[in-house]
Nanobody, 115 residues
Framework: QVQLVESGGGLVQPGGSLRLSCAAS????????MGWYRQAPGKQRELVAR???????NYADSVKGRFTISKDNAKNTVYLQMSSLKPEDTAVYYC?????????WGQGTQVTVSS
């Protein structure tokens, strides 16, 4: 059974950067397209970044130009580089396949953007 473990979150000031990591327990990245989701308090979970092909990507308008998704197939790890962070980026961030596998949701990693 594949498990996804997110890490790298934390508290950062507006304008700062963070890099999130998502480690998979087995190699699924070459088979399934991965994405990063986030859920802010009181809001629905949303997809913010995804792979649409082996190297092509797509981003939500709210993060376009600030977030970058990447992967290391050899390490079974997907990354989310976040820069120019804003308070509205505060959320729990999750990785999952696109569309999401219900049994693949992990604990997520908390990102808090605040001065």
């Amino acid at each position: 059974q594949v498990q996804l473990v997110e890490s790298g979150g934390g508290l950062v000031q507006p304008g700062g950067s963070l890099r999130l990591s998502c480690a998979a327990s087995s190699s699924i990245f070459n088979i399934l397209f991965m994405g990063w989701y986030r859920q802010a308090p009181g809001k629905q979970r949303e997809l913010v970044a995804r792979f649409t092909g082996s190297s092509s990507t797509n981003y939500a308008d709210s993060v376009k130009g600030r977030f970058t998704i990447s992967k290391d197939n050899a390490k079974n790890t997907v990354y989310l580089q976040m820069s120019s962070l804003k308070p509205e980026d505060t959320a729990v961030y999750y990785c999952n396949t696109v569309p999401p596998g219900l049994r693949l949701w992990g604990q997520g990693t908390q990102v808090t953007v605040s001065s």
